[in-house]
């Protein structure tokens, strides 16, 4: 395939798309990212911001198209971004095809979780498997799911995906994948789109977190994970649901979910217990003071009943002067 | 539709062929018989895009009706996988779009249709993609400079056959190197579905100068066609995959 075909090339801010068949016409303001399939820029269209992707490849846009297609029919929840509308765009003689979807703004997980508690973390995790749960009702599979692909909207803060163009129909083979996050790649598994898939993907974003620039495979397979896991002091308390989420253990997300959920809501949480240790490590002659404040209530407690009773006696003696 | 099977030839390389007939022409000749040939040409660490005769790689997979790609030995795996479903999905649109003309008339392409019918076809162009039966012949290049590149060949390979037999539809892989001792090609792998028998292939390597990529494609070619036949002496094993399959 010649690249130097890519249509995207010709494409700067300022560039008026105009649709072959619906006669919409769109202004780009910016570019947004690109990637294996094409290139998605920021445009303005009716008024209103939107997300308009080109590519070259009419094939793999028109399958992506109808991927989000389905994903708004799937009712109650926002799964992907919503889709508006797809057309060709005549260029140079050539039949250029793009589509046009909501534009989803927000900070990506990573950036979000620098000015955040530990706490949310598990939070937009607990959001991201219910989705996913979701979506495999559905009968998807996200597929390509990466950090890359998540998007922190709001507030309130809520997780978003972003590029739905590997997610696969239940039972078919991963259309789109990216290496750190597949299984195939570490040896752990088929690329057959299936929950487990993706759970697999999921525990591989929360060791990117705790590995910003990743890692290299060496030998691959779980021993290699199972070593970085237990290096990384802040990954061993996830270890037990990585340990089920890669090897293929969860056979849903809800499953997962749950986990997570009632790992999270124990009192005892990992950060909140940390910070309660820390603070009673600092002030470890604390129970003493207390005990001392204690007396010193309970001092001031006798002199309010001493002071009393000297009150009421006082009254009474008057009582006793005005009957006399 | 019938679910038929796709025959693809992958040729993995370095430089150009400096011996014996046109590749091009060849894989001009595979067109012509059903055969897709696509081509990989691999880049070594030190190399800029431009500097390597690629030129060829890219005339032979334009001939062939396939795909060519250009690479560094480390983003092989992805590229393997890539080129390979790519050119699937390639020729199953060319099928459809054949389709296509003769329903709607010449000159009507999936392209021509509005988005809305366009998507319904894609549909069906991916149901196929999964389904159809996949035989794939991969063709590598083992001259004395592809010495160090031989144990990310054999990776991607491996993981060509994770990617393809998470499908619904059966593969069949058979693995050639050229060139070879005697002959044009040496077998290394024959028809198989797994490529986990790959470990221990790539241990012979020719240290010979000459690259015959046009002689190695006509052996493949040959090797096709022989395997046809023998299916249908045993008789009809095609269709047999066909009802399985369904």
């Known amino acids: 395939m010649n690249t130097s075909k890519n249509p995207e090339a010709n494409i700067t801010p300022g560039s008026i798309i105009l649709g072959k068949w619906s006669q919409n016409q769109y202004t780009i303001l910016r570019e947004l990212g690109s990637g294996a399939t094409g290139t998605v820029y920021l445009a303005r269209g009716n008024g209103t911001k939107v997300a308009l992707k080109v590519s070259s490849d009419s094939l793999s846009i028109t399958s992506e198209v109808n991927v989000l297609k389905y994903l708004s029919k799937v009712q109650g929840k926002k799964l992907g971004p919503s889709f508006i509308e797809m057309d060709d765009w005549v260029h140079t003689g050539r039949s250029i095809p793009f589509y046009v979807m909501e534009y989803v703004q927000g900070d990506t997980l990573f950036s979000f979780m620098k000015q955040r508690k530990d706490e949310w973390f598990g939070i937009i995790l607990i959001q991201l498997l219910g989705d996913l749960h979701d979506l495999h009702n559905a009968g998807w599979v996200f597929g390509d799911l990466k950090p890359d692909n998540l998007l922190i909207s709001g507030p309130p803060p809520k997780i978003r995906w972003l590029d739905v163009g590997g997610t696969t129909m239940v039972g078919r083979a991963i259309k789109e994948y990216t290496e750190f996050f597949d299984r195939g790649f570490w040896g752990l598994g088929s690329r057959r789109a299936e929950p487990s898939y993706d759970l697999f993907a999921v525990a591989m974003i929360i060791i990117n977190f705790a590995y910003p620039s990743r890692f290299e495979k060496k030998e691959g397979g779980w021993e290699q994970l199972k070593r970085y896991i237990d290096k990384e002091r802040w990954l061993r308390k996830y270890s037990r649901f990585l340990d089920k989420a890669i090897n293929g253990q969860y056979q849903s997300a809800l499953e997962m979910k749950q986990d997570l959920l009632s790992y999270y809501s124990k009192k005892t949480s990992p950060t909140i217990h940390k910070r309660t240790k820390s603070i009673s490590y600092h002030k470890k002659p604390n129970p003493q003071m207390r005990y001392q404040k204690k007396k010193v209530q309970k001092r001031r407690g006798y002199l309010e009943t001493i002071l009393i009773v000297l009150i009421m006696f006082a009254f009474y003696v008057i009582y006793l002067i005005g009957h006399m | ?246």
């Open chain 2, 1 to 246: 539709m019938r679910k038929g099977t796709l025959r693809q030839i992958l040729l993995i390389t370095d430089g150009c062929s400096n011996h014996g007939e046109d590749p091009v022409a060849i894989a001009a000749l595979a067109k012509e018989k059903g055969i897709t040939v696509n081509v990989i040409g691999i880049l070594s660490r030190n190399e800029a895009y431009g500097e390597h005769g690629l030129k060829e790689v890219e005339d032979i997979a334009m001939s062939g009706g396939g795909i060519s790609q250009i690479v560094y030995a480390n983003q092989l795996a992805q590229t393997v996988k890539m080129v390979t479903q790519k050119a699937m999905t390639q020729t199953i649109h060319g099928m459809i779009n054949k389709e296509l003309t003769h329903i709607l008339g010449e000159g009507q392409q999936m392209e021509d249709l509005p988005p809305e019918k366009r998507g319904q076809v894609m549909e069906v162009v991916d149901e196929f993609g999964e389904m159809v039966d996949l035989e794939v012949l991969i063709l590598v290049d083992i001259s004395a400079s592809m010495d160090d590149k031989l144990p990310t060949v054999q990776e991607s390979l491996i993981d060509l056959s994770i990617s393809l037999n998470s499908r619904t539809g059966n593969n069949l892989f058979a693995i050639y190197a050229f060139p070879g001792k005697r002959q044009p090609i040496d077998r290394l792998i024959d028809w198989d579905p797994q490529l986990d028998s790959l470990v221990k292939t790539f241990k012979k390597i020719s240290t010979g100068g000459i690259t015959p990529t046009g002689p190695a494609l006509r052996e493949a070619l040959e090797l096709f066609s022989e395997k046809r036949s023998k299916q249908e002496l045993l008789g009809g094993d095609d269709e047999y995959i066909e009802e399985s399959g369904s």
